[in-house]
């Protein structure tokens, strides 16, 4: 990406303005009419561009559309000679930024890119977070107004107009593919395909062939050639969820496709060259398995290129009533047929919960709530199987796990066991030999145990 599109047919001129430009220290890219200018701004992205409005093979009004349509947010500062001010007030109406008279002052053009620049990144700046934007380029919203979250939004948006690769870090539930995807519809690699690989779900026999392909005949079912993930998404963005899970034969392969951006198949007898940018992701801690010697080292700085911290949602404030909303709104119209809303006493419930299965689990509780409530607005009652969940982890905390692993085991056991039958006799009203029967053990045994633990 350069940072400014010149577009001008007169060679002295385009000459002197480059310099001006450049001596400023900004990148330039050159057009010498509308229809090249037009076919730039289709392929790359610019930071400003700057057009005069008298071109060949069109106008600077089809520069001024071309890059409204690529990209709403650059800004155009058209240059008009003298006696034409008309046009340039009506490229102004058209969504120009500024218009230059000619003949150029180069201080006042400085000014005009500086100023343009900075605005388009002002106007640019957390719009994962707008849903204005999402609509409009089609990438996924993220909602949150926490500080944690904004700091990731804004770490996301800077590492994506780059080729470096990226590792997001945390807990599982966060969010990391919604990240991942934004990085790739912020890059200059959006029109490409974006392949997601869950390493963790592949077995270890398959992880190589799934990654990076195989060749016919290299291991038994191999009937053909098949290109792997990485030749798939050539063009594109690679996403590697649950990278610390990949196998150390596949991490020495990875590194390979990092360092020299060839893969090799399976039963291959020569690279194949790929284009791919990386996006990994995790939620164990790389630099402890890079210790324990489960993880390589030299792979785990080159993926840790930029780093990304998605916070845990216990960490996000009041994002939880934001999302809960939200997500209240989407299922309701996809369940109910309307929006549903959310009571005072739910919302305190929802802020209440620390939530360990993170923005995964708020979204299957609303979804689950939207389902069992009676009304339009989801109340506390709604929640109830939240508040059970929540003292089914309190009572695990109790379980004493002191003494040896065979104690602290058959403690658990029995806790489990007593759970276990004393659900049965609820869910059954009472009645024994059902409950015995739904727990696959005779009569005589569920009445020697209702006994021993005193149900």
Same mark, same amino acid.
């Given at each position: 990406m350069s940072d400014v599109l010149l577009v001008e047919d007169k060679d002295s001129l385009r000459r002197a303005l480059r310099l001006t430009l450049e001596s400023a220290g900004y990148s330039v890219a050159e057009a010498? #009419?509308?229809?090249?200018?037009?076919?730039?701004?289709?392929?790359?992205?610019?930071?400003?561009?700057?057009? #005069?409005?008298?071109?060949?093979?069109?106008?600077?009004f089809d520069v001024l559309r071309a890059v409204r349509r690529a990209s709403i947010e650059?800004?155009?500062?058209?240059?008009?000679?003298y006696g034409s001010i008309d046009e340039a007030v009506q490229a102004m109406k058209e969504g120009a930024y500024d218009f230059l008279q000619k003949?150029?002052?180069?201080?006042?053009?400085?000014l005009l890119v500086e100023r343009a620049i900075e605005q388009a990144r002002l106007r640019t700046e957390n719009i994962l977070l707008r849903e204005e934007w999402a609509h409009r380029y089609g990438f996924p919203r993220i909602i949150g107004e926490s500080e944690a979250i904004k700091r990731a939004v804004a770490e996301t948006q800077r590492v994506a107009r780059t080729e470096a690769t990226v590792l997001l870090l945390g807990e599982?539930?966060?969010?990391?593919?919604?990240?991942?995807?934004?990085?790739?519809?912020?890059?200059?690699?959006? #029109?490409?395909?974006?392949?997601?690989?869950?390493?963790?779900?592949?077995?270890?026999?398959l992880i190589e062939s799934e990654l990076f392909g195989h060749e016919k005949g290299?291991?038994?079912?191999?009937?053909?050639?098949?290109?792997?993930?990485?030749?798939?998404?050539?063009?594109?963005?690679?996403?590697? #969820?649950?990278?610390?899970?990949?196998?150390?034969?596949?991490?020495?392969?990875?590194?390979?496709?990092?360092e020299e951006r060839v893969v090799d198949r399976v039963g291959g007898r020569a690279p194949v060259p790929v284009d791919v940018r990386i996006i990994a992701a995790t939620n164990r801690d790389l630099e402890g398995a890079v210790a324990c010697g489960e993880f390589r080292g030299d792979l785990y700085f080159r993926l840790a290129v930029f780093p990304v911290e998605i916070p845990p949602l216990r960490e996000r404030g009041d994002d939880v009533a934001l999302l809960a909303r939200h997500f209240a709104a989407k299922f309701g119209r996809e369940v109910r047929g309307r929006e549903m809303d959310l009571s005072d006493d739910a919302l305190r419930l929802l802020r209440a919960h620390r939530w360990p299965g993170n923005v995964r689990e708020l979204v299957n509780a609303i979804e689950r709530a939207c389902i069992l409530a009676d009304e339009t607005t989801l109340r506390a009652r709604d929640f109830a199987f939240l508040q059970r969940r929540e003292e089914e982890v309190e009572d695990l905390r109790e379980i004493d796990l002191s003494g040896s692993l065979a104690e602290a085991v058959e403690r658990a056991a029995?806790?489990?066991?007593?759970?276990?039958?004393?659900?049965?006799?609820?869910?059954?009203?009472?009645?024994?030999?059902?409950?015995a029967e739904s727990l696959g053990v005779s009569y005589k045994t569920l009445l020697t145990k209702i006994k021993e633990y005193g149900l």
């Open positions: 010498t #009419d509308a229809r090249e200018a037009a076919t730039k701004v289709e392929r790359t992205r610019h930071r400003v561009v700057l057009t #005069d409005l008298r071109l060949p093979c069109g106008s600077g650059t800004p155009v500062i058209v240059m008009t000679a003949p150029v002052d180069s201080n006042h053009l400085l599982s539930g966060t969010g990391k593919e919604l990240f991942a995807r934004a990085v790739h519809h912020l890059s200059e690699r959006r #029109d490409g395909p974006f392949v997601a690989v869950n390493c963790a779900a592949i077995p270890e026999t290299a291991f038994t079912g191999a009937h053909e050639r098949r290109p792997g993930k990485f030749e798939l998404a050539s063009g594109g963005t690679v996403f590697l #969820d649950e990278v610390g899970e990949l196998p150390l034969g596949a991490q020495a392969k990875l590194l390979r496709v990092i029995r806790w489990v066991e007593r759970r276990k039958i004393n659900e049965a006799l609820r869910a059954h009203e009472g009645n024994k030999a059902r409950a």
